[in-house]
């Protein structure tokens, strides 16, 4: 009833009620791990005969049958079980029996052969070692069930396993079989999901010829990567070992599966210098009570057909059971004990194909049981007994029983099968063993941690310290990687051609950060954060506004309390100065109102200074508009006054009265009460706000956004109509004589207004942060001052240190125009003085006129003459 492979070879086999073996080997290829399986199972067989609540009454039998790893051997072998047809009976054996359940087979391979030819008669094969996730599959093999963990977990524990230490550039090796080509072909897959690469991948197989082993050791020894997955059985491996150990190819950290890794092959000693530090996965251990005590006490047998153990006596303890079978050899005495024998038979330790073995026997003797004793039958026999005879159950009613066996075992582990026919989820699937060197130079597998298959993602429980590392650092976890791990502030850049672990390390780009190694992507930070010098962390950016603590606001703010200084300095000048002829000539009034709107267009720059808020965003620009517009309209009305006085032609023209003292308020509240509407619709339509500017990269800029831009630009436009009003203006009153040059000093100042404004558009748009503010304010001073010292400073000049031209006299000169008497008086009276004519161009009419009129420098009349002109300075 069950396959193993005791010999690493074939054997000659005779087919019969039992085996009976008859051979010639090598005996140095003894796998003691199948003997241990075999005798395993026997102990199973007798500890369930001997039990009375199993199968009470009823003795199990059973066939063992060895395959030597052949595919074709085992399909013979279960055809043979299953169909009772042998080669001969055994003695007392009258009659052929059917074996109705087949356990076995260790590889992969030989179970999909014959698994595949028994499937259509419904017979249930239950494997112990059997991984391949193939098998799973239950439309391909729906009689097959299994005591091991399919081995897409054991895929995806390597893959993590590699993954856990950093490994992300690896070499692959795996047996030419299914359970080679179908375990790695889901590690890969696996692997490639987790970001680990494999540099090469190479099968192999123990019959391939030696070339194809030296060309597998060629590109080893050429490879990069430090280490070395290999899904493969022990017997195809030792082949590429043995050409690893010709060329000493040493230095690797091997990766195994449980095919291997807690194999105590005869030969590992030899080959430890290549597998030292070797670390895998394999089947969680169980202690299975007395089967210690069982596998020493067993001795060999004289009994025909059960002369298996016979051969493995004879090379344990070089002495013949029997001159037939060897008379080279002397006879064993009987004395000969396996207490004294230190081999993986007896090594329970690493035990996982004994315990599967004990847990498939138990599986399918609880299932005969259950179908024995009629549980779950809907239809029981009418004496209450159960109808189903022993000889005469199918196997299709033990392969029904056995998909819904459930038990527990002697040492408390509850066991069933999915509906895959794999073994139910649990906790722990693996042991992590390690390959080391006790203090006796012996090799030791240790578990150096656990592995938790049936989690959502797999978790590993790992001593660190008990692991011992490949290589001449045995306590420094080997380094495999195609490319160097890219530092935080770096992200991964993969290579042309290659995959995706060979990468070259790219700084992060301006405002993008990285916080992890091997980033494959940079973040950018939010607008109101900047990437630190390491670009590995988001940081506040600078906040950036003109503030009165800087040098820049501390000068501007200088420079504009030194402008309404100015100002207001003068103001005080002309009020002290008030009844002299140069202050009356520039219309005082007009004078006056022109100063204080300088005052405060010098003042409101201070209101673009200092942290913006609502109210001071609002206040700067509705203030800068409104004072500007009463500045410009003061000019245009002195302008305006100097023009029409200009261009009056002959005494007793009327054109002033059009625009006398009252015309000229009129015009300047008007043409200010204009900027006034615009300002408040732009106040409550869409005011400025507060706003921060993130467009560049290393600082946030607090600034007043303008809210509504076609308010702004109204606010600015009317301000340049004014401004190019006046200069117009001014210019054609340009020729006025040269003592009274009001007109050219109007044109200058707004010349140099006009100039400053149109070079602050670029300036303006070019500056950054800050200095945009800071343009601005400069160009309100600049042009502050330009009215401020264009317009005032010469007379402030005639009035403090000329006061000898502080005059009537002076002030009209010799070709003063007769008109200019109508100029800023008011039309007050002047009695006329006879003998006095002055000449001059009357402008607009080309020819000469002579004009009269009466100066009295002695006494001024209050009480103006009915038939006189009209006074200057009064």
């Known amino acids: ?18 085996k009976k073996i008859k051979n010639t080997f090598d005996l140095n290829s003894l796998n003691f791990r ?27 039998g059973y066939k063992i049958y060895d395959t030597c790893r052949d595919v074709r051997l085992a399909l013979q072998s279960a055809m043979a079980l299953v169909n009772g047809q042998e080669d001969g009976q055994m003695d007392g054996c009258n009659e052929k029996s059917r074996a109705p359940v087949i356990v076995g087979q260790t590889n992969s391979s030989p179970v999909v052969g014959f698994t595949t030819s028994i499937g259509p008669f419904n017979i249930p094969a239950v494997s112990h070692a059997a991984s391949c996730a193939c098998l799973s599959n239950k439309n391909l093999y729906p009689t097959f069930f299994r005591t091991t963990p399919t081995d897409y977990y054991q895929s995806r524990a390597l893959v993590q396993l590699v993954k856990h230490f950093g490994w992300t550039w690896v070499g692959a090796i795996r047996s030419d079989t299914d359970y080679g080509n179908s375990g790695m072909a889901t590690f890969e897959q696996i692997a490639q999901n987790e970001g680990v690469c494999i540099e090469y991948s190479e099968a192999i197989y123990r019959t391939y010829p030696k070339e194809k082993f030296i060309k597998i050791a060629d590109i080893i020894k050429k490879s990069t990567s430090k280490v070395i997955v290999a899904f493969v059985s022990f017997s195809d491996l030792e082949y590429l070992l043995n050409e690893l150990f010709n060329q000493n190819v040493t230095g690797y950290q091997w990766i195994g599966t449980q095919s291997w890794i807690s194999a105590k092959n005869p030969t590992i000693v030899k080959y430890y210098k290549l597998l030292n530090g070797a670390i895998g996965t394999a089947i969680s251990t169980s202690v299975i009570p007395g089967l210690q005590e069982f596998l020493l006490n067993v001795h060999p047998s004289m009994t025909p ?55 498939a026997v138990y599986a399918v003797a609880y299932s005969l049981h259950n179908l024995l004793s009629c549980q779950n039958e809907k239809r029981p026999a009418p004496n209450g007994t159960c109808s189903v005879k022993i000889k005469a159950f199918m196997f299709l009613q033990v392969l029904n029983y056995l998909k819904y066996v459930n038990f527990s075992t002697s040492y408390g582990e509850n066991f069933y099968f999915d509906a895959n026919g794999d073994p139910a989820a649990k906790g ?8 080391q060197l006790n203090r006796d130079g012996m090799i030791e597998f240790v578990t150096v941690g656990e592995y938790y298959a049936f989690l959502s993602e797999g978790k590993f429980v790992i001593d660190y310290n008990n692991i011992v590392w490949a290589g001449f650092k045995r306590n420094e976890v080997p380094k495999s990687v195609c490319s160097e791990s890219c530092r935080p502030g770096t992200r991964k850049a993969v290579q042309k051609g290659r995959p995706i672990c060979c990468f070259d390390c790219i700084p992060c780009a301006e405002g993008e950060i990285s916080n992890k190694s091997d980033s494959t992507d940079c973040l950018k930070c939010s607008l109101e954060y900047k990437a630190n010098k390491q670009k590995d962390q988001c940081i506040l950016k600078d906040i950036e506004f003109l503030s009165f603590e800087e040098n820049m606001g501390i000068l501007l703010v200088s420079l504009a309390l030194l402008g309404a200084s100015l100002t207001i300095s003068i103001a005080f000048v002309f009020y002290l100065k008030r009844d002299t002829p ?15 709107s300088l005052t405060l267009c010098f003042l409101c720059s201070l209101t673009f200074i200092g942290q913006p808020t609502e109210w001071s965003c609002m206040l700067r620009h509705t203030a800068f508009g409104i004072t500007f517009v009463l500045c410009i309209s003061c000019v245009l009305g002195k302008t305006i006054v100097v023009l029409m006085a200009f261009r009056a032609t002959l005494p007793g023209n009327n054109v002033m009265k059009w625009f006398g003292a009252m015309q000229q308020r009129l015009s300047v509240c008007m043409f200010t009460f204009i900027q006034v509407i615009i300002c408040t619709l732009w106040l409550m339509v869409s005011p400025p706000y507060p706003n921060k500017n993130t467009h560049f990269t290393e600082i946030l800029i607090l600034e007043c956004d303008v809210g509504s831009v076609t308010a702004f630009y109204a606010v600015l436009g009317y301000i340049g109509f004014l401004a190019a009003l006046c200069f117009v203006l ?43 503010v800071a343009v601005e304010i400069f160009a309100i001073l600049a042009s502050s001052f330009a009215l401020l010292f264009c317009i005032f400073l010469p007379k402030c000049y005639i009035i403090l ?43 607009g009419f080309g020819r000469e006129v002579k004009l009269s009129f009466c100066l009295n420098y002695g006494h001024l009349h209050k009480t103006p003459s009915r038939h006189t002109s009209h006074s200057l300075f009064n």
């Open 730 to 772: 001014a210019f054609l009153a340009r020729t006025l004589p040269d003592n009274f040059n009001e007109a050219k000093f109007i044109t200058f100042s707004i010349l140099i207004f006009c100039a400053v404004w149109i070079t602050f558009i670029p300036a303006y748009i070019s500056s950054p942060g800050k200095y945009t």
């Open 1 to 18: 009833m069950a396959l193993f492979i005791l010999l690493s070879f074939s054997l000659l086999l005779n087919l019969g009620c039992s």
């Open 428 to 435: 722990k699937a693996y042991d992590l063993i390690n390959w």
């Open 801 to 843: 240190f000329k006061p000898e031209m502080n005059t009537k006299k002076n002030l009209m000169g010799k070709k003063a125009i007769c008109t200019v008497i109508h100029f800023y008086s008011q039309y007050l009276p002047l009695h006329c003085v006879r003998g006095k004519e002055f000449k001059s161009n009357t402008a």
């Open 34 to 60: 199948e003997l241990q399986c075999t005798q395993t199972f026997i102990f199973a067989i007798e500890e369930i005969n001997n039990r009375t609540d199993i199968l009470p009454g009823i003795n199990l």
């Open 305 to 359: 057909g059960n002369t298996g153990m016979n051969s493995f006596w004879e090379f344990l303890f070089n002495c013949s059971v029997s001159k037939q079978t060897n008379a080279k050899l002397s006879a064993c005495t009987g004395s000969e004990s396996l207490n004294n024998i230190r081999n993986q038979y007896d090594d329970l330790m690493n035990n996982e194909y004994s315990a599967n073995v004990y847990k």
């Open 582 to 596: 140069i202050v009356k000539a520039n219309n005082s009034e007009l004078s006056f109102l022109l100063l204080f």
